[in-house]
């Protein structure tokens, strides 16, 4: 049976990824880290019972990274543990340097020393390419753009070092914005689709928004998880982009979102942070706008070429930008209803 070890396990990637490794036959480990209560778990908690083998420890620990290795020797290990959040990466520079960067290379460390066969999936992200104009793929010049951004590059490139000095089987997956009912609820699709749900059950009247012009390419987090594994069965070790190929912007998820609750909005057409958006109904102010959701620099328009993936891997994407609207806003009404 094979062994796999998944970093971020409770993490809305890792949650899935652990199901479909466990599904196809893997025996999976993962790796958690403290909290101070168990609610971290709770993405994970009907694999708690025996399906998943839990052990603690830390992407800033490199002691502990090293004893789960040990005490593991996966065939296969998918490194999705991050410090996620693109703009708290400003508030938290060098914690987000320590986890996505330092953190890559204690982790290769412990597989190139104890699991030196082991191959290695590195999370690396559309971030990566920042200010790099669309559509971006596996040429496209990297100009990150965040703390965040900086210190994925970090690992992105540790990866490839790990390749090239040792042979290492260590793989980039540089997967494009990626969502579904388990996102956390301060990315802002789902702070869009949980707030949409609010509303339309009254409990909330309005949701403050930063950016509505920043364009992404949005898949569903299952199709990009099944990518992953994929990109590890490859016959030789290499970088892949996954990406939908279509990008929208924050304010085609807004108002997809809540046309899909029957609410109408219209915009006072001002484009700024002054923008408002009403109710068409009540005449009631829905959508404002709050510098404090901006970026220090923000990326403005990403869209993948995922054409080598498809290629090479026969990867391609399943669930449609409407599909993923209406399945994260159907969850979120049965959440909150
Ligand atoms: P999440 O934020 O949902 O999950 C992050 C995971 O990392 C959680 O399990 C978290 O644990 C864990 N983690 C954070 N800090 C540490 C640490 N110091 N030590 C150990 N574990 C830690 O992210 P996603 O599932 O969305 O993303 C998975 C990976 O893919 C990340 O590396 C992300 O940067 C990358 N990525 C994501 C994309 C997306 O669109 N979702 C696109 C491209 C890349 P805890 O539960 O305890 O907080
Ligand atoms: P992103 O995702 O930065 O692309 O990183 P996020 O959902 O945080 O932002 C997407 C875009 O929306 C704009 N925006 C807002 N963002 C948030 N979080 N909250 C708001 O209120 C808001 N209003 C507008 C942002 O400015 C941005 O342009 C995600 C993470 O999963 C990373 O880990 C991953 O690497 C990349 O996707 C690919």
């Known amino acids: 049976m094979k062994r796999a070890l998944v970093t971020g396990i409770t993490g809305q990637d890792g949650s899935f990824l652990a199901e479909h490794l466990i599904g196809l036959g893997y025996e999976v480990w993962g790796l958690v880290r403290r909290s101070s209560d168990t609610r971290s778990c709770d993405r994970i908690r009907e694999l708690t019972d025996g399906k998943v083998k839990l052990r603690y420890g830390d992407m800033c620990d490199s002691a502990s990274l090293h004893r789960i290795v040990g005490e593991c020797k996966p065939h296969e290990i998918y490194n999705l543990a991050a410090q996620s959040h693109v703009r708290i990466s400003s508030d938290i520079p060098e914690y987000t ?18 699991a030196p066969e082991a191959r290695f999936y590195q999370a690396s992200t559309s971030e990566l390419f920042g200010s790099s104009p669309p559509p971006q793929n596996e040429e496209t010049v990297m100009h990150p753009r965040s703390p965040y951004g900086v210190a994925k590059l970090h690992g992105y490139w540790s990866v490839i070092n790990m390749r090239e000095s ?9 997967l494009f914005n990626h969502e579904s009912e388990r996102r956390g609820e301060n990315f802002v699709t789902r702070k869009i689709t949980r ?52 990008a929208r912007s924050v304010r085609e998820f807004v108002e997809t979102a809540f046309a ?31 510098e404090a959701f901006y970026r220090p620099a923000e990326v403005d328009y990403l869209c993948g070429d995922a054409s080598k993936a498809k290629e090479l891997l026969g990867w391609s994407p399943q669930v449609t930008f409407e599909q993923l609207v209406e399945k994260m806003v159907v969850s979120d009404l049965n959440l909150e209803g």
């Open 97 to 114: 340097s320590t986890v996505n960067g330092t953190g890559v290379i204690s982790l290769l460390e412990a597989v190139r020393n104890l």
């Open 166 to 174: 040792y042979g290492m089987f260590a793989s980039n997956g540089i």
């Open 260 to 290: 899909h609750v029957g609410i109408d909005i219209e915009s006072n057409g001002k484009f700024t942070i002054d923008e408002v958006y009403h109710r068409v109904d009540t005449g009631d102010p829905i959508i404002t706008i709050n």
């Open 195 to 246: 707030a949409v749900a609010r509303i339309k059950l009254g409990k909330q009247s309005s949701l403050e928004l930063g950016n509505m012009d920043a364009l992404r390419d949005w898949g569903h987090a299952k199709d990009y998880v099944a990518g992953m594994h994929l990109i590890l069965q490859h016959d030789r070790p290499d970088d892949f982009v996954l990406a939908t190929g279509i």
